[in-house]
């Protein structure tokens, strides 16, 4: 299979023993409403706006002493919540990512499968995630810069080897489960978006993450040890407590060169699954070096390949796991072959777009989907392509969107980003405030791969809103205010501007 195909399967298979565990949370009240002492604003500079706002949980309460970030060009700035939930804060005119933190309450957001399986990390453990993050545009003085949050728990534990003795240094992560088909996962999940559903071990082996309510596993790695084995639950004092025991099984390391023996970066490590050269499933990472380090606590013949982006697969190679099996100096070589498809992303400009991901959805039976991504030239080539026609799909933010039908084998297709346009509308009950607009995405006529694009939080004043910088396509996203959900549909153009009305709010 390609490398689009049932990514998070191959994760449960092959990286990780995972225990799911399901935590049931009730609604956790706000904190004790303690006056917040704020300091008197200091006069305002030129260039600067003003915005004042709620935090609210999911009862639409406001939430005292938690504060209010406001990541931008110049760093983090934080804003403390009064005894009523409101803030006000005044910073530089920009646009800014913005998530909430607090001791039993965070911002939360729903977030897509990722393009390749990835094991825990200590380079993004407890790091924020600007994507999940709501996007505000801040040109002008704002009220009604409202924020939503969630209740959470916190699971504690200790990570320990086959032995006992515990391990410092090892990243956990609480993977969400996600509701599943026959083959694959469906869905999203909800996620904190200021990272604390990982982290590192301290010299104990004792770690600490904060989650929303939800079906979980846990992932971990550390440089000796393979993953998950088994994990133990209790739950003291209202925390949940576990302790995961990684075990030795196997690991494969090595690195993937090209056919003049360079290093190939970049990419899936792609497992088998069944019989046939379709049958493999992304399962691992290359890095950009061309070296890679896949892990299994499963024991047995595993048969593994690597697929870098725009490079036909390696062939494939077995290896005989058993526990504490170590494979290292593993070399697998990509072949010299001629892409299916192959053609050049540029926006409207005629600006070569680099490092931009591609989805390709075949639209006759036979064909194969595949996920692939633009170069530093902004060219692309598609492998082990059947005949036949296939829809192509990229997007870049600020570039705007294109979808275009070709028929493979085509080594000649030029893909042009036509730009992007704006949204303007009202709100028919909510006259000031502030709403989400969330799961945008561009859908062409056979609608093929739906990806999410980024999040808003849009201000409304007068009952009047605009949204700047949406991709120019058919528009489809989710608005919500207070628990209240409007689908919008639109076709926002190049350069110009759609209109619309949204039955949000409350009769005053």
């Known amino acids: 299979m390609s490398r689009s195909t049932r990514p998070l399967v191959a994760i449960a298979l092959a990286v990780v023993a995972a225990v799911v565990v399901i935590i049931a949370i009730r609604r956790t009240r706000s904190p004790a409403e303690v006056e917040v002492s704020v300091p008197p604003q200091a006069p305002r500079a030129a260039g600067t706006v003003t915005l004042t706002g709620t935090v609210r949980d999911a009862e639409a309460h406001g939430v005292p002493a938690v504060e209010v970030m406001f990541r931008g060009a110049g760093g983090d700035v934080f804003g403390p919540t009064r005894s009523d939930g409101r803030y006000t804060i005044t910073l530089p005119a920009g646009t800014y990512h913005v998530a909430v933190r607090g001791e039993r309450v965070l911002s939360a957001a729903l977030a897509d499968r990722t393009r390749l399986p990835e094991l825990p990390s200590v380079a993004v453990a407890g790091i924020p995630d600007e994507a999940l993050m709501l996007r505000l545009d801040a040109t002008t003085d704002l009220d009604g810069v409202d924020l939503d949050v969630v209740a959470t728990w916190k699971i504690s534990g200790r990570v320990l080897d086959p032995d006992g003795l515990p391990l410092p240094g090892a990243v956990v992560r609480a993977d969400p489960e996600t509701p599943q088909t026959f083959t694959r996962p469906i869905g999203s999940t909800l996620r904190p978006v200021l990272g604390t559903d990982s982290a590192t071990t301290d010299r104990d082996g004792r770690f600490l993450l904060r989650v929303p309510p939800g079906s979980y596993s846990f992932a971990a790695t550390h440089p000796t040890f393979a ?7 209790e739950t003291i004092n209202g925390t949940i407590e576990h302790t995961i025991f990684l075990a030795r099984g196997c690991i494969i390391a090595g690195r993937v060169v090209d056919p003049r023996g360079q290093p190939a970066g970049d990419g899936a490590i792609e497992r088998q699954i069944g019989f046939t050269d379709r049958d493999f ?3 691992g990472r290359i890095e950009a070096d061309g070296t890679f380090r896949w892990v299994t606590t499963t024991l047995g013949p595993i048969t593994l390949r690597a697929w870098p982006w725009a490079s036909p697969p390696s062939a494939s190679e077995t290896f005989a796991c058993t526990d504490g099996a170590v494979f290292d100096k593993v070399e697998l070589e990509l072949p010299d072959t001629t892409p299916d498809l192959q053609g050049v992303l540029v926006d409207a400009a005629g600006e070569v777009v680099p490092f931009a991901y591609l989805d390709v959805a075949p639209l006759d039976l036979g064909g194969i989907g595949q996920q692939e991504r633009t170069d530093g030239e902004g060219t692309w080539g598609v492998y082990r392509v059947p005949p036949g026609r296939y829809s192509v799909r990229a997007h870049t933010p600020g570039r705007g969107f294109v979808a275009a039908t070709v028929r493979s084998p085509d080594r000649s297709i030029k893909l042009v ?45 007068g009952g009047r809103f605009l949204i700047e910088d949406l991709p ?26 759609a209109i619309t009305e949204l039955a949000l709010g409350s009769a005053p």
């Open 227 to 233: 993953g998950v084995h088994d994990v133990d639950q």
């Open 472 to 497: 120019a396509c058919n528009l489809v996203a989710t608005a919500t205010w207070r628990g209240q959900q409007v689908e919008v549909a639109v076709s926002i153009p190049a350069n110009g501007t």
């Open 417 to 461: 980003l036509p730009g992007v346009g704006r949204l303007e509308g009202t709100t028919t009950l909510l006259e000031t405030g502030s709403f989400t607009l969330t799961r945008i995405l561009c859908e062409d006529a056979r609608r093929v791969i739906p990806r999410a694009l980024d999040r808003r939080l849009v201000v409304v004043r």
């Open 281 to 283: 499933d992304p399962s």
